[in-house]
């Protein structure tokens, strides 16, 4: 018996010693071939495994280096460990699954198909170390994930989004977009949707907290109590939720935030977003109040300011007050996105300098002012197109829109009215000025324009056309109107100065000359012009012999013109406009020693047929000069008339003849003169 003991107890051990020795040299890596060529021929999974380790004595143990399947799944190491296996029933029970530096790209994966026996997998812990995962434009970077008690495959079907625990972080979060970096979250997923209950992040160099839900049924993400702290947004374009997708805000708040975009920029945000609800394509549902540093939008800028903000996908409604422009503003706004129209219900501006710049354009297609409030405004334009400056404006609007180029009335209410301490256009200035107008359908009513201007008075009344021809029916009354700054704004080829006075009266289209009705009355003292030697031509004509009518080269005698200056010491041109012609009647001009009767038309449109006489101390002409044609090349016809005894005046107007005229005929005295010289 004890030689049968030891017989058996030694075969035992010799037993047990074989079956270690066979389980410490059987090599995994063997079936690893067969089966991925097998598996391979059978499915689309183009897989590959590198080594395999299995230790014998844990048979539920499972560690796989360099793992891929197809293009869109590679890890460098897998390991499970398996609680329960039991093909038979078709149960599988995972203890534990790692991925240990796997890349994972859901738009290119494929749907594993698995046998009957693995119809249901339920895994107690799955980890994550470092993995990278890619979907629909969103890339995790260093993401360390960890889910508990997750069943994956259920009655032989996939869901991916089963009810699972789950907590991580990552080391970057992007999208075209966003990016976030160092984030930690944990929640769960619960019906499909993912709920954290907190999620922790650096965002565009700021901080992101939240509770965040997204909802894959209802393409919904919402976050809850999200809190924003120094983020520096940055985007190329305004970002906006992908299709279909919508974008749930609950109770945000924002301290010192700054956004940058092409549009927006705005620094040192901070304020409360109520609700926000946002889906592509839309206008936001939303509503909150901010204070800000700064926020610029195209050219327009706001310094420190405060606002509110109710939007709904038709409208959004802005109430702003604060600083603008070295000033202060407050207004409330309204935009309509399918419109394209912004709405001012109120805008009130005070004591504001605003810079005008040759490249701003004004970037709505319409705009609607109920109510503009301008005062102590300055304005001043750097662009060459437009040398304006204002200062001391006072504007009022009420009622009025801009649109495709027009101005219309919103009511009968529809009125402007405007003050100023100086308006400077080029070297035009008119100060202490006052302005009222009224618009109705048709018309701009200036019922009242009056000012200071060129060193003297302007007023301005009548009504002009908005749609074209853009008809015309003005009064215009000047005095003591200096000439000096009109001369420096038209660069004329000669200078001019004096003091001249004006009544008109003008009706018509504003482009089409032809039209033009009404009267003028121009009378001036004490007019120079350079370039002009109107006495010494003068004189050489009458020294000359036109006792018939002799044609002048208008080119020669401009060049005879520009040898000498012209001191004209009165003149008065005045007659009615009748079709774009104003016909001079009783018109004179009184130089140092002529007097210059003027008679016919002149053509508003670039012409003229006029005959200018040189009349002695009694009113008779005695030098007979005709323009005709075009002003820029004019003919031009002399002679002189032979005088009668009594001659019969020419000219019986108002303007004095000289006191340094020749006394009697200007003929005779003119060659009188010439002789004494040569002598």
Not at 254 to 260: A, G, Y
Not at 297 to 323: A, F
Not at 334 to 339: A, G, I, L, M
Request: charged residues 20%; aromatic residues 8%.
């Amino acid at each position: 018996m004890k030689k049968l003991a030891k017989y058996l107890l030694l075969t035992l051990l010799v037993l047990l010693l074989a079956g270690w020795l066979l389980l410490t040299l059987f090599d995994a890596n063997r079936l690893k071939q067969p089966v991925l060529a097998w598996l391979n021929e059978h499915t689309d999974l183009d897989a590959s495994i590198g080594d395999i380790t299995f230790n014998p004595l844990h048979p539920y143990t499972l560690l796989a280096e360099d793992v891929r399947l197809g293009d869109w799944f590679n890890a460098r190491q897998v390991y499970v460990q398996l609680a329960t296996l039991s093909p038979l029933s078709g149960q599988t029970r995972i203890a534990t699954l790692d991925l240990i530096d796997a890349k994972l790209l859901l738009d290119d994966a494929i749907a594993l198909q698995l046998p009957d026996n693995l119809a249901n997998i339920h895994v107690a812990e799955f980890t994550t170390k470092n993995l990278s995962l890619d979907w629909q434009g969103w890339q995790a970077k260093g993401t360390d994930l960890t889910l508990h008690d997750w069943q994956p495959r259920l009655d032989g079907n996939w869901q991916w989004g089963a009810d699972v625990n789950i907590s991580g972080q990552a080391r970057q979060l992007t999208q075209p977009n966003l990016e976030m970096a160092q984030l930690t979250f944990h929640g769960q997923v619960r019906q499909q949707q993912l709920q954290l209950t907190e999620i922790k992040s650096r965002l565009f160099d700021g901080i992101f907290e939240s509770n965040v839900v997204v909802n894959w049924p209802e393409q919904q993400l919402t976050l809850n109590s999200p809190q924003f702290s120094h983020n520096q947004l940055q985007f190329e374009q305004l970002p906006e939720p992908a299709s279909g997708w919508s974008l749930q805000i609950n109770k945000a708040q924002l301290e010192k935030v700054s956004i940058t975009s092409p549009y927006l920029t705005s620094n040192n945000i901070s304020g409360e977003l109520r609700y926000f609800e946002w889906a592509a394509g839309q206008l936001p549902d939303a509503s909150g109040q901010w204070q800000a540093d700064e926020a610029v939008l195209d050219w327009l800028r706001l310094d420190k300011h405060q606002g509110e903000l109710l939007s709904s996908q038709k409208q959004l409604s802005l109430n702003i007050n604060g600083q603008a422009y070295e000033g202060s503003v407050t207004s409330e706004l309204r935009w309509h996105p399918e419109q394209g129209r912004l709405d001012i219900d109120s805008l009130a501006m005070q004591n504001n300098k605003f810079v005008w710049q040759a490249d701003m354009k004004w970037p709505l297609p319409e705009v609607r002012l109920h109510k503009l409030d301008i005062s102590n405004g300055e304005l001043l334009s750097l662009d060459p197109n437009l040398p304006l400056s204002v200062t001391g404006g006072e504007l009022f609007v009420n009622d009025i829109a801009w649109s495709a180029g027009q101005w219309r009335p919103l009511s009968k209410q529809a009125r402007a009215e405007a003050n100023w301490n100086e308006i400077a256009f080029n070297s035009l200035i008119a100060r202490q000025g006052k302005a009222k107008a009224k618009l109705d359908d048709t018309h701009l009513w200036l019922t009242e324009l009056s000012s200071d201007a060129l060193e003297g008075q302007v007023t301005l009344s009548g009504k002009l056309g908005l749609y074209p021809p853009y008809a015309i029916d003005a009064e215009l009354k000047g005095q003591e109107l200096a000439l000096r700054p009109v001369s420096r704004w038209l660069k004329a080829d000669r200078n001019f100065s004096g003091k001249v006075e004006i009544n008109a009266e003008l009706k018509g289209e504003i482009q089409n000359r032809k039209t033009w009705q009404g009267q003028v009355a121009l009378s001036g003292q004490e007019v120079f012009v350079e370039k002009l030697g109107l006495d010494n031509w003068l004189s050489q004509r009458l020294r000359e012999d036109y006792a018939q009518v002799k044609s002048v080269d208008a080119q020669l005698a401009a060049l005879d013109l520009n040898q000498g200056d012209s001191f004209i010491y009165q003149l008065e041109l005045k007659g009615p406009i009748n079709n774009g012609r104003w016909r001079l009647d009783g018109s004179a001009l009184q130089s140092v020693r002529y007097l210059l009767a003027l008679r016919g038309e002149v053509d508003l449109a670039g012409g003229w047929q006029l005959e200018v006489g040189a009349v002695n101390d009694k009113g008779c002409r005695e030098l007979a000069i005709e323009l005709s044609e075009s002003w820029r090349a004019p003919k031009l016809t002399i002679h002189q008339p032979k005088l009668v005894s009594p001659c019969k005046p020419w000219y019986q107007g108002g303007v004095p003849y000289p006191k340094s005229g020749l006394s009697g005929s200007i003929l005779e005295g003119v060659r009188a003169l010439q002789m004494g010289e040569e002598e």
